[in-house]
């Protein structure tokens, strides 16, 4: 009998049994998002590198958006909302007032997400609040449109608390509320966001120019879209 044989060069590849390759044993596909023997997908977790790159975004599109919003004359959603009124009422910075505010949600997250979820809202409440007292010194502007402001504003915070949910945190305030609910009862955190919203525009409405509220509640609109449309469970793990 004869047996042939091949001499392989070092860049090919061998041949692989017709058995191997029309069965089910997949176990060398381990890349992010390939699937397994059972045809589910694998999954490749954040690592320590990926969520300080995720949260240091989160927090620049926040702070971008809420130092927006206040150039503006405007206000928003969640604790942004709540330091950016407090601010026009009080006439402080809303700089100081994000952490300071963020306090007793901060409690809650301890006791209701964790202390890693909490943690790290601590951290980026600070820096959040670090940063806007930055913009304000690094970004010379002389005025900012209505319209722009809601628009872009909203738009980059609804960016930076997306972020900051993909890499399990938040700003803190209704926000880390809102994550909660979609955890424990799978409604929609850009939908029960809006909700909480609209009780804080409805004391806003006492306070400030109907046309202010009106551009308001158009950023709010677009900050709240960017979780409604892209923070959907299911779509995004890992």
């Known amino acids: 009998m004869y047996s042939s044989t091949r001499r392989h060069s070092v860049g090919d590849r061998p041949e692989a049994p ?16 390939s699937p397994d023997a059972s045809g589910q997908v694998q999954l490749v977790p954040h690592n320590a590198w990926d969520d300080i790159y995720g949260l240091y975004l989160g927090v620049l599109f926040s702070a971008m958006g809420i130092s927006l919003l206040a150039k503006g004359g405007l206000i928003t959603g969640g604790i942004a909302g709540m330091a950016l009124l407090s601010s026009q009422l009080t006439g402080m910075a809303p700089a100081p007032l994000v952490p300071l505010i963020n306090i007793p949600f901060i409690v809650f997250s301890f006791l ?6 909490a943690s790290k809202s601590i951290i980026v409440s600070v820096a959040i609040g670090g940063v806007v007292a930055g913009i304000d010194h690094w970004l010379n502007v002389s005025g900012v449109g209505s319209g722009f402001a809601a628009i872009a504003g909203g738009t980059f915070l609804g960016m930076g608390i997306l972020c900051l949910a993909r890499h399990n945190a938040s700003m803190g305030g209704t926000g880390a509320v809102t994550l909660w609910i979609q955890r424990r009862y799978r409604i929609n955190a850009g939908i ?6 609209l009780v804080l525009f409805a004391l806003a409405a006492a306070s400030l120019p ?3 509220v009106l ?24």
């Open 18 to 33: 017709r058995s191997a390759l029309n069965g089910a044993n997949l176990s060398h596909r381990t890349a992010a998002n």
């Open 112 to 117: 209701a997400m964790g202390r890693f979820f």
């Open 192 to 197: 029960s966001q809006l909700a909480f919203d």
């Open 210 to 212: 109907l046309v202010k």
């Open 215 to 238: 551009w308001s509640i158009l950023g709010t609109v677009a900050m709240n879209a960017m979780l409604i449309v892209w923070h959907k469970p299911g779509r995004y793990r890992g």
